[in-house]
């Protein structure tokens, strides 16, 4: 059973930064991935960033240049870094999990969600 607890969600006005955190505990394999997905009101779910256990990264477009994604193997632990926040970041952010399963494909984990909530 694999759990992803994730925190540093909040209010904050718009140009400031955040960082969000999610430590995940359970069966941990490597090599793995975690990332940050999130959901605005009315919206569908959205790939922000995504990190390998070797340190390669993926970006979407629109936090290019803004977000850093990074993580900790030893602590199964992943963050995402929030500068130069814009209303339209005001989502659910989401932590996300995919390991390799052992008979072929994956298993992919969530958290509950943390809310990020940028005023204009």
């Known amino acids: 059973q694999v759990q992803l607890v994730e925190s540093g969600g909040g209010l904050v006005q718009a140009g400031g930064s955040l960082r969000l955190s999610c430590a995940a505990s359970?069966?941990?394999?490597?090599?793995?991935?975690m990332g940050w997905h999130r959901q605005a009101p009315g919206k569908q779910r959205e790939l922000v960033a995504t990190?390998?256990?070797?340190?390669?990264?993926n970006y979407a477009d629109s936090v290019k240049g803004r977000f850093t994604i990074s993580r900790d193997n030893a602590k199964n632990t992943v963050y995402l870094h929030m500068n130069s926040l814009k209303p339209e970041d005001t989502a659910v952010y989401y932590c996300?999990?995919?390991?390799?399963?052992?008979?072929?494909?994956?298993?992919?984990?969530w958290g509950q969600g943390t809310q990020v909530t940028v005023s204009s």
């Open positions: 990190i390998t256990s070797g340190g390669s990264t």
């Open positions: 359970g069966s941990i394999f490597l090599p793995n991935v």
């Open positions: 996300n999990l995919v390991m390799a399963r052992a008979v072929g494909g994956t298993n992919a984990y």
